[in-house]
């Protein structure tokens, strides 16, 4: 009887070191979790820049743009000129303009200007005024395309911003077909003018590089 009764009570002791073991591992296992994510996101700066002649809108990396001397004329004093027509003394201006139109600051990287279609040799001279000079230039100093395209380009440097007051930058360029200044001047303008079907022309041809400003960080 007492044997049982030893045997009963290892048997009891036994069910509850197991109990205990069992909460002991219960309590060690058990942890708080979770998983959490979450998203940044920015939204992409908007990238676009109009640069037009007049009102005329570049479309390509090169355009040529004809009505830049068939606008803004200022007939001469003396004699008249059909309207929209080149002739010795006739002379105007077009502005070429920037504007920018995006979300980030840009700047004028490159200017290519050529004369285009000028196989008759027309003397077109230029001058750079105020965006807002409507007389005549008292001098038309920039004889070649290539001093003219240096002069654009000191007009259009530095950055142009996305805010109202800056976002825009302009340059009046003033033209002329120079009149001749001797008997074989006046010879070739007039062989140039004496054509038959074939009428010559002149025109520009204006290559303009926008491209967004990049900041870099200071040494």
Same mark, same amino acid.
């Given at each position: 009887?007492?044997?049982?009764?030893?045997?009963?009570?290892?048997?009891?002791?036994?069910?509850?070191?197991?109990? +205990?073991?069992?909460?002991?591992?219960?309590?060690?296992?058990?942890?708080? +979790?979770? =998983?959490?994510? #979450?998203?940044?996101?920015?939204?992409? #700066? $908007?990238?676009?820049?109009? !640069? %037009?002649?007049?009102?005329?809108?570049?479309?390509?990396?090169? /355009?040529?743009?004809?009505?830049?001397?068939?606008?803004? *004329?200022? #007939?001469?004093?003396?004699?008249? +000129? %059909?309207?929209?027509?080149?002739?010795?003394?006739?002379?105007?201006?077009?502005?070429?303009?920037?504007?920018?139109?995006?979300?980030?600051?840009?700047?004028?990287?490159?200017? %290519?200007?050529?004369?285009?279609?000028?196989? $008759?040799?027309? @003397?077109?001279?230029?001058?750079?005024?105020?965006? =807002? #000079?409507?007389? %005549?230039?008292?001098?038309?100093?920039?004889?070649?395309?290539?001093?003219?395209?240096?002069? !654009?380009?000191?007009?259009?440097?530095?950055?142009?911003?996305?805010?109202?007051?800056?976002?825009?930058?302009?340059? @009046?360029? *003033? *033209? /002329? *077909?120079?009149?001749?200044?001797?008997?074989?001047?006046?010879?070739?303008?007039?062989?140039?003018?004496?054509?038959?079907?074939?009428?010559?022309?002149?025109?520009?041809? !204006?290559? !303009?590089?926008?491209?967004?400003?990049?900041?870099?960080?200071?040494?």
């Amino acid at each position: 009887m007492k044997k049982k009764s030893n045997t009963a009570r290892l048997g009891a002791l036994a069910l509850a070191l197991t109990m +205990v073991t069992t909460c002991l591992t219960g309590g060690t296992m058990a942890k708080y +979790v979770t =998983t959490v994510s #979450a998203t940044g996101s920015a939204t992409v #700066a $908007k990238f676009d820049v109009d !640069i %037009k002649g007049n009102d005329s809108k570049f479309t390509s990396e090169t /355009t040529t743009i004809g009505n830049l001397f068939t606008t803004g *004329w200022n #007939a001469p004093v003396t004699g008249g +000129v %059909k309207k929209d027509m080149l002739a010795p003394g006739v002379y105007g201006y077009f502005d070429i303009v920037v504007e920018n139109k995006s979300e980030v600051m840009v700047k004028i990287s490159d200017v %290519k200007i050529t004369p285009a279609n000028n196989d $008759k040799k027309i @003397r077109m001279n230029f001058a750079l005024t105020e965006v =807002t #000079a409507d007389d %005549k230039p008292v001098s038309f100093n920039i004889e070649s395309e290539d001093d003219l395209q240096s002069g !654009i380009v000191e007009g259009l440097t530095g950055d142009i911003g996305w805010e109202e007051s800056d976002k825009s930058k302009k340059v @009046r360029v *003033w *033209w /002329t *077909w120079d009149v001749g200044k001797s008997a074989e001047a006046d010879k070739a303008d007039t062989a140039i003018g004496s054509y038959g079907s074939d009428a010559p022309t002149y025109g520009l041809t !204006i290559s !303009i590089t926008a491209e967004q400003v990049v900041s870099t960080p200071a040494p």
